[in-house]
């Protein structure tokens, strides 16, 4: 980036330019999330035009512009030309209610120029609005994509923030070209940080119905149990990548979550949306063509389920963790219906304490983390910090009744019939109870995973657990 040596006004643009974002689809975010239902406003009020738009969802969401992930480099560029004596102006499409809040915030710009609910300041627009403000003066203009043209062959000078080459020959060829500032591109590693392929250590439960049988497995089992592990693992990244759209200023808050792709603005709100499609389509494809009809249906249930929790349920208390608890539970009846085991009472039941124990474990540590992130748990999950001690007490519980019943199923006489030396299952008791005490301890002294399955995937104790698991039902059979 080349310095600005002169006094020319310096315009900027909002979306793209000074922040990594676009703050319509931001609040057209915000607002699905808060009220699903006004999705079906969106068209009437696009009837009256992208401005009259613009300003319909602005003074319905919210957005905090203290998160949004700003460029450090065109803070920076608009920092040095006020400090050399130069009047910048914030000059957007954006609503003039979002651009204000952004430049109270920054405290960077003299002025604001933002479409208002009659004009939308885009492309001749925008040109026409920042002659206007000038005066007639020579000006600069900022910006980031092929529409700020317009505005730039008004100008005198441009700075040219984007990594399109053909974008920077075509600003050159309208004006001269003072500044260029290149942002850094997304790898495809982070577009699959995105799509959060760790997470499908989960679906590794498809599998768990194949314990039983692990002396009597054929190929169209374990072939079956794949590819339901790969059906169920791309609709789990769609719908991840769903919910990472929704929770835009929630994981900006947090310390770690802000660092994903889509909180930190290295991959668009639209880019997401078509990941969503994408990896929700393949999913259902591959299930319809290959799959039993009732793991489709499996898989439809979770669907519904697990976005119903990213819109709602997950903000209220005990609901969340319930409803946690019965997506972990889907992914085991997934697995008997691709299979075709049997998904016994027992079966469904220690899985609904288990995972209820673990999604609580989950609540627990969110619930004794950082105070600034305990104090956001009432807005986003509906806890509060006094909660902890019944989040704990009741995981526990739930993680023993599990147990309970883990004994109490071994003792089925159907279970037993199975087995030519049913008395090494029992080996699966203290495992269990051993591994459950373990995440407990490690919840209460706060080096647990804030995801205990994806813990418990990744900690060699716990894989060792399934192993002397997997030989004692071997020894069994």
Request: charged content about 20%; overall charge positive.
């Amino acid at each position: 980036m080349t310095g600005l040596n002169t006094m020319r006004p310096l315009y900027v643009d909002l979306d793209g330019t000074l922040i990594a974002t676009d703050l319509l689809h931001e609040s057209l975010l915000q607002l699905v999330r808060a009220s699903p239902l006004s999705l079906l406003s969106l068209p009437l009020w696009l009837l009256r035009g992208k401005a009259a738009f613009k300003d319909e969802v602005a003074q319905r969401a919210t957005v905090d512009v203290t998160t949004l992930p700003y460029r450090p480099e065109v803070i920076e560029l608009v920092r040095s030309a006020r400090a050399a004596g130069r009047r910048t102006v914030l000059a957007t499409a954006s609503d003039a209610k979002l651009a204000h809040a952004v430049a109270r915030h920054l405290d960077l710009f003299d002025a604001v120029l933002a479409s208002d609910g009659e004009r939308n300041l885009r492309g001749a627009g925008k040109l026409a609005a920042i002659e206007a403000d000038a005066g007639g003066r020579a000006f600069s203009y900022a910006g980031d994509r092929s529409v700020d043209l317009a505005v730039w062959r008004g100008a005198e000078a441009a700075v040219v923030v984007s990594r399109s080459e053909s974008l920077a020959r075509r600003a050159a060829g309208a004006t001269t070209v003072e500044a260029r500032i290149v942002p850094p591109r997304t790898s495809f590693k982070r577009y699959l940080y995105g799509a959060r392929l760790h997470q499908w250590l989960k679906n590794l439960l498809i599998f768990l119905p194949l314990m039983p049988v692990l002396h009597d497995l054929t190929q169209s089992l374990v072939v079956n149990a794949a590819l339901a592990f790969l059906a169920f693992g791309l609709m789990a990244s769609g719908i991840y990548v769903l919910n990472d759209l929704l929770d835009l200023e929630t994981d900006r808050r947090h310390h770690r979550k802000r660092t994903r792709p889509f909180a930190a603005g290295e991959i668009s709100v639209p880019a997401g949306l078509v990941m969503t499609g994408l990896l929700c389509a393949s999913s259902l494809a591959l299930s319809l063509a290959l799959l039993p009809d009732a793991f489709v249906g499996v898989l439809l249930l979770y669907m519904a389920l697990t976005t119903a929790y990213s819109l709602h349920l997950k903000r209220r208390a005990v609901v969340d963790v319930f409803s946690l608890a019965a997506l972990y539970t889907i992914r085991v009846a997934a697995g008997t219906a691709a299979t075709g085991q049997p998904l016994s009472f027992w079966i469904l039941s220690f899985s609904l304490f288990i995972f209820l124990s673990l999604a609580l474990a989950k609540r627990y540590v969110e619930l004794t983390g950082p105070p600034a992130e305990v104090r956001q748990m009432k807005r986003n999950r509906g806890y509060v910090a006094t909660d902890a001690p019944f989040v704990l007490c009741t995981g526990v519980a739930a993680g023993q009744m599990a147990a309970l019943l883990l004994g109490l199923y071994l003792h089925d006489q159907q279970m037993v019939a199975r087995y030519e030396n049913p008395q090494y299952l029992w080996v699966l008791i203290p495992v269990f109870l051993f591994w459950t005490m373990r995440i407990w301890l490690k919840a209460i002294r706060g080096v647990l995973h804030d995801d205990p399955v994806v813990f418990a995937a990744r900690d060699w104790v716990s894989r060792l657990a399934v192993a002397i698991g997997a030989v004692a039902l071997w020894m069994a059979g």
